[in-house]
Antibody, heavy 117, light 109 residues
Framework: QLQLQESGPGLVKPSETLSLTCIVS??????????WGWIRQPPGKGLEWIGS???????YYNPSLKSRVAISLDASKNHFSLKLSSVTAAETAVYYC?????????WGQGTVVTVSS | QSVLTQPPSLSAAPGQKVTISCSGS????????VSWYQQFPGTAPRLLIY???KRPSGTPDRFSGSKSGTSATLGITGLQTGDEADYYC???????????FGGGTKLTV
């Protein structure tokens, strides 16, 4: 059974870079036709899509974050990663990774990232 | 403000039927598949419906999805107290080139 697990620092200082990794187990990240995505949810608010990556390297980002975000994939380690630079307190949220086709069908449990000095 | 509009909250009694609406435009719902997610407090969203009306394995047939024009609807029959959760619709927006979600509907049973 495929499982996703986010990992990374739970506290990031303002203006620094948030870095998270999503470890995929129980299946291959190179398994077509899936994309792999990042979604976040600020406390008490709704879902915001950050970006998605295909194992072949095709990536698409939320245009509102595009200048600050980078998503990469390492098939040899069966994981994909998120980097978001110059973060602000408003980006405190639960960050989820998920498998994607026409919908996000398998989600990680989420990891809380707090942006604070 | 979300691109997709959902009612912030709905309330219904156990055993009743409820419908949750998701309104968009021709650049999103009108030309793309809609999915629905259920989220309990403190947990990750769970896919309930994909491609407008398909249920993944594990979704009870009490849950149904439909789409008409630029709006989509999630229906839940035989409401149970365990259905009390937040529900989100989602799709792709061609004009904005982003995956979009509705603002969510808090269902009280």
């Amino acid at each position: 059974q495929l499982q996703l697990q986010e990992s990374g620092p739970g506290l990031v200082k303002p203006s620094e870079t948030l870095s998270l990794t999503c470890i995929v187990s129980g299946g291959s990240i190179s398994n077509s036709p899936y994309y792999w995505g990042w979604i976040r949810q600020p406390p008490g608010k709704g879902l915001e899509w950050i970006g998605s990556i295909y194992y072949s390297g095709n990536i698409y980002y939320n245009p509102s974050l595009k200048s600050r975000v980078a998503i990469s994939l390492d098939a040899s380690k069966n994981h994909f990663s998120l980097k978001l630079s110059s973060v602000t307190a408003a980006e405190t949220a639960v960050y989820y990774c998920a498998r994607q086709f026409s919908a996000f069908d398998i989600w990680g449990q989420g990891t809380v990232v707090t942006v604070s000095s | 403000q979300s691109v997709l509009t959902q009612p912030p909250s709905l309330s219904a009694a156990p055993g009743q039927k409820v419908t949750i609406s998701c309104s968009g435009s021709s650049s999103n719902i009108g030309n793309n598949f809609v999915s629905w997610y259920q989220q309990f407090p403190g947990t990750a969203p769970r896919l309930l419906i994909y491609d407008n009306n398909k249920r993944p394995s594990g979704t009870p047939d009490r849950f149904s999805g439909s789409k008409s024009g630029t709006s989509a609807t999630l229906g839940i029959t035989g409401l149970q107290t365990g259905d009390e959760a937040d529900y989100y619709c989602g799709t792709w927006d061609i004009s904005l080139s982003i995956r979009v979600f509705g603002g969510g509907t808090k269902l009280t049973v």
